[in-house]
Nanobody, 123 residues
């Protein structure tokens, strides 16, 4: 079992920056691909970012590419999402996720989810 706990959400003005953290416990953290999803009210859950177990490869959809950066520190069992140039449409609950398969994670069916943290971007 893996437990994921997000932190760092909050209220920020458009154009600002925010960094989310997700700390894992349980099974060996470095064995898992990690990622972030988000869900706005009335919307489907959306893939935001993923990173391989080695940290050598990252993946983003066009909606956040160039603005968001995912990274991980396996010695701290922590994955980060740095969000720059935030827009009101980035407002959502952000969820951390983990899976042994990066492909299954990106499909929206990872083995583990965090509880979510609210990010609100004001215009």
């Amino acid at each position: 079992q893996v437990q994921l706990v997000e932190s760092g959400g909050g209220l920020v003005q458009a154009g600002g920056s925010l960094t989310l953290s997700c700390t894992a416990s349980g099974r060996t953290f470095s064995s898992y691909a990690m990622g972030w999803f988000r869900q706005a009210p009335g919307q489907e859950r959306e893939f935001v970012a993923a990173i391989t177990w080695s940290g050598g490869f990252t993946y983003y959809p066009d909606s956040v590419k160039g603005r968001f950066t995912i990274s991980r520190d396996n010695t701290k069992n922590t994955v980060y999402l740095q969000m720059n140039s935030l827009k009101p449409e980035d407002t959502a609950v952000y969820f951390c996720a983990a899976d042994l398969s990066r492909y299954q994670l990106e499909s929206g069916s990872p083995d583990y989810w965090g509880q979510g943290t609210q990010v609100t971007v004001s215009s």
